[in-house]
C-alpha cells in the first residue's frame, strides 16, 4: 500500500466510482427505449434477454472504477498516471456514445464503428492499467470479453435488422 492517507483514498476510490457512474448514466438516457427497441429486433441466436444487460453492466461498471481508483492511487494522483486514466475517461465517453448510436439514433454503422473504438480503446486502456497495477489491468478483462461479445451482436443485429438499423 503507497503512502496516501486513507482518506484521500477513499474520496478517490468515491470519486472515481461518480466518473463512471456519470458515464453510464449518461449512456443509460440514451438508451431510455432500450428494452422495447431490443425486443422489436430480429435477434441473432445468441443473443441474451433484455434483462441481462442491466446486472452486467453495473457489475463491469464497479469493476472498471475500481481499476481506475487503482491506477490513481499506486501512482498518486492523476498527473502521474495522465496517459491511462486519459485513456480510461476516452473510452468511458465512447462507451455512452455507443449506446446514443445503437438506441437513440438507430444507426448500425455508426454503432459498429463505435464498438471498435471502444474495443480498441479498452485493450490500449488495459494494457497502460496492467503496467502501472496488474490488478488493475485484469479488472478490465471482464469489460474486454463483454464489449468482445457486444461488437459480435452489434454487427449480428445490425445485419439482421437493415431497415431498423
Known sequence: ????????????????????SVASAIGAWGSMNAPSFYQS?????FAPPASVFGPVWSILYLLMAIAAWLVWRERGGFDAARTALGLYLVQLGVNALWSWAFFKWNSGFASMVIIIVLWVLIVLTLMQFWRIKALAGALLLPYLAWVSFATALTFSVWRLNPTLL
Open 1 to 20: 500500500m503507497n503512502g496516501m492517507p486513507f482518506a484521500k483514498q477513499l474520496i478517490g476510490l468515491l470519486v472515481w466510482i461518480v466518473i463512471t
Open 41 to 45: 429486433l430480429v435477434q441473432p441466436f
